[in-house]
């Protein structure tokens, strides 16, 4: 039963980070193709305000799937260690992309295409991966026999075109109901095109899988027919009302309804595939770690899912809404010398304070982790799991509270910066 609850400890932040962070990406490769200076800084400052949350959840994936199952993790990565570098530099630079975009205080063409051109690579990075498992990595007795091209072959091709598609129509959708005037009525204007190129990729992609990857789906058990059936049409059903919804109001109708059809269709892939994880023998059982390991994941990840949750959706709520271009002011405007300046300057040794506070609470976190081994491992000679969830609770309240402290006080003013 616990290696059920670690497959679905995987595949939560797993869908979460793909339906999540598929319409930042398919913005990022949207402004590549509008020629709107304008737009295409409208399109940055938009996603600057949700991307590093949405990418949360890549994280939590990551240490699921190393602690949860190691035996697919064994076999997954050395075989897609090319596009999952590449992925990961690409992520780098559009983060870079991104920032430097929001700082510069006008639009700047480089800086653009960097954004545009890394969230294209990782969007093709994340359909290669994609493909190459679910088409089947060679392996023997849980470990990689492939050789450095495996990831390479035509399913995992088609997985990152049809990506690519999937990606798109999410980011149309999400400016259709984010955006206003010209964006907005382009959005709407792509929004059925991309909608029809989908569909015919999950078409090609669904009915590919039978050949890239000639296991026997058991459709024959009722319960994952059920699951599927109900999927799919869910899939369709959501696909529909995203058709009708693209260029009418209300605006936010195609993005839900997207969003709504991109995870019925993983739910559809999941109920066709489980329980083998790493097509074409390496079931469940087989790759989940020892139940003590189970534990720890259950313990560490369980209670991080609800934070980046809560994150996910303050800064949705924060940032509802049409996006409107915010006035920018002078960069010669200057604070008056009336007593009120940085803390940092007049008070110098508030820096000292937080430096040593969150050394303090990162060395906390250094020793949790260290325990973490012993603890989960069978030997909780120090402090139990629910310890570590108390003390791991009380170093996270302490730094907000203390953010939160230095907030009022000022302690991230620049200086001669304007006060609110």
């Not at 430097?100 to 480089?110: I, L, M, V």
């Not at 204007?189 to 058991?218: I, N, S, W, Y």
């Not at 003590?292 to 209670?303: A, D, H, N, P």
Request: aromatic share 10%; with cysteine; charged share 15%.
């Amino acid at each position: 039963m616990s290696e059920y609850l670690t497959y679905a400890l995987v595949l939560l932040p797993l869908g979460a980070y793909v339906i999540l962070d598929g319409y930042d990406l398919g913005v990022g490769m949207l402004s590549l193709l509008d020629r709107s200076e304008r737009r295409r800084r409208e399109y940055n400052e938009l996603i600057a305000t949700a991307w590093d949350a949405n990418e949360s959840w890549i994280i939590l994936a990551g240490v699921a799937l190393w602690a949860g199952l190691p035996g697919a993790y064994a076999t997954v990565l050395p075989g897609v260690y090319p596009p999952l570098i590449a992925m990961l530099f690409a992520v780098i630079l559009r983060g870079m992309g991104l920032e430097f975009q929001s700082a510069s205080g006008t639009y700047r063409r480089g800086w653009g295409l960097l954004f545009g051109g890394a969230s294209l690579a990782v969007t093709l990075c994340q359909g290669l991966v994609i493909g190459a498992v679910l088409s089947g990595l060679p392996q023997r007795d849980g470990h990689f026999t492939g050789d450095a091209l495996a990831w390479l072959t035509p399913y995992s091709v088609l997985w990152a075109l049809g990506l690519v598609c999937v990606y798109l129509l999410a980011g149309a959708a999400w400016l259709q109901d984010k955006t206003e005037g010209t964006a907005h009525e382009w959005a709407g204007r792509l929004g059925r095109p991309l909608l029809g190129a989908t569909v015919v990729a999950a078409l090609v992609l669904g009915f590919g899988l039978e050949v890239a990857d000639p296991q026997h789906f058991q459709f024959e058990q009722p319960l994952r027919a059920t699951l599927f059936g109900l999927a799919v049409a869910a899939a369709a059903v959501c696909g529909a009302v995203a058709w009708y919804g693209f260029g009418r109001r209300p605006d936010w109708r195609p993005f839900a309804a997207v969003l709504g059809a991109e995870a019925a269709g993983l739910l559809a892939l999941v109920a066709a595939t489980a329980p083998v994880v790493v097509p074409r023998s390496l079931t469940l059982h087989e790759a989940s770690s020892p139940h003590g390991s189970q534990v720890f994941l259950v313990v560490g990840v369980g209670l991080c899912m609800p934070f980046v949750l809560a994150y996910n959706i303050y800064a949705w709520w924060v940032f509802r809404g049409k996006f409107r271009e915010p006035a920018r002011q002078s960069p010669t405007t200057t604070a008056p010398d009336d007593g009120t300046a940085d803390p940092f300057v007049s008070r110098p040794e508030s820096r000292i304070v937080v430096i040593v506070r969150r050394t303090l609470l990162t060395l906390l976190g250094i020793l949790l982790a260290a325990v973490c081994q012993d603890i989960f491992g069978g030997e909780s000679t120090w402090v139990d799991p629910l310890g570590i969830a108390l003390l791991s609770g009380t170093a996270l309240v302490a730094w907000i509270l203390g953010d939160r402290r230095d907030g009022r006080l000022g302690e991230y003013d620049l200086p001669g910066g304007e006060r609110p």
